[in-house]
């Protein structure tokens, strides 16, 4: 146990804390589909847009999501393949809880 370190533990405790949240999950998968503007996000989850551009920004200091500029709005997708990975895991491994 030694090997690992205790800044990197507080840091994933950070993130499962801040995936904790329903609407933030939901966020994520949206972006694991495809990238995503904030507008969608509003219209699909039926959430205020500052309440999405809050849940946004908080995923974006935890690198869990990126924003790219395409014309006037931003679309949002996973950081990277990590992510990715992490989300397709948890999803698999409580999906199949009932096999």
Known sequence: MSAIKDNVLTKIS?????M????RM?????????PTAVKTFVE???LSQPLISHHLRLLKEQ???KGE???????YSLYD???HCILKDMYQHW???NH
């Open 69 to 75: 500029r395409q014309g006037k709005q931003i679309f």
């Open 44 to 46: 699909i989850l039926n």
């Open 20 to 23: 904790g949240d329903g609407n």
């Open 63 to 65: 690198r869990l999501i």
């Open 95 to 97: 999906a199949e809880e």
């Open 26 to 34: 939901r966020i994520l998968f949206m972006c694991a589909q495809e």
């Open 14 to 18: 950070a993130v499962c804390q801040l």
């Open 81 to 83: 393949d990590h992510v």
